[in-house]
């Protein structure tokens, strides 16, 4: 495919949507407000309020739909890459285990 560098198997969406996280290996933590950059049918990358997040954390993710016509997605995913950010941030890259 022309132009097409990247070696995955599905191409990437980009979203730049505001989503909620939540860890579900620390229940303390509620939910985190975050950015899903960009979205995979396997996969997403979030930015987040934090400094890190531990490699294999799962994690829940929900993405609000302004359309009455696309419902919300809801996913569980595992955390495979994270990326320090500017200003106690974080790019985390995730595998989806499961969407609803």
Not at 78 to 99: F, H, N, P, Q, S
């Amino acid at each position: 495919m022309l132009g097409y560098d990247d070696k995955r198997n599905f191409y990437r969406m980009m979203v730049n949507s505001p989503c909620e996280v939540r860890l579900l290996d620390q229940p303390s933590v509620t939910s985190l407000s975050a950015v899903c950059r960009d979205i995979s049918a396997t996969g997403m990358s979030l930015e987040l309020d934090l400094p890190s997040i531990e490699l294999g954390a799962s994690v829940a993710v929900t993405i609000e739909s302004n359309s009455d016509q696309i419902p919300t997605l809801e996913a569980k995913a595992k955390v495979v890459r994270c990326e320090a950010g500017e200003d106690e941030t974080c790019l985390i890259g995730v595998e989806i285990t499961d969407m609803k």
